[in-house]
């Protein structure tokens, strides 16, 4: 086989291996959902997830905010540009709030 032939090829099965490694590694990051929280607002307002799935509250907001769902799930202050992840294991309907502004409301549907 020509030396080009064989560099092709080398080159072919390198992107391969890659892109299955890299969709291994995002079939893994599958689990994790993101819900966005911005202007005051969860994003999307209503989620719906498999039981085991961890869901990251991510806050791209100018100010702190919380998820809360008393008897479940609890983030704390998310200061802006942090993040806190929640495993929800049960099937149901999480309906949670921020405590600091309590307009703000969503709801995880796991099941």
């Given amino acids: 086989m020509p030396v080009a032939a064989l560099l092709a090829l080398a080159a072919l099965l390198s992107v391969a291996s890659v892109a ?3 969709g291994h590694r995002a079939s ?4 994790a959902v993101r819900i966005d929280i911005h202007e005051f607002a969860f994003h999307p307002p209503t989620l719906h997830v ?5 869901v990251v509250f991510a806050n791209s ?7 809360t769902r008393r008897g479940s799930f609890e983030t704390g202050h998310i200061q802006p540009g942090h993040s ?9 309907v999480y309906a949670y709030h921020c ?11 796991v099941g």
């Fill in 28 to 31: 893994r990051r599958a689990k």
């Fill in 84 to 92: 806190v992840t929640v495993k929800l294991k049960r099937a149901g």
């Fill in 50 to 54: 498999k039981p085991g799935a961890r």
């Fill in 20 to 22: 299955g490694g890299t």
């Fill in 61 to 67: 907001d100018t100010t702190a905010h919380t998820a």
């Fill in 99 to 109: 405590s600091i502004h309590h307009f703000m409301h969503g709801k995880i549907v």
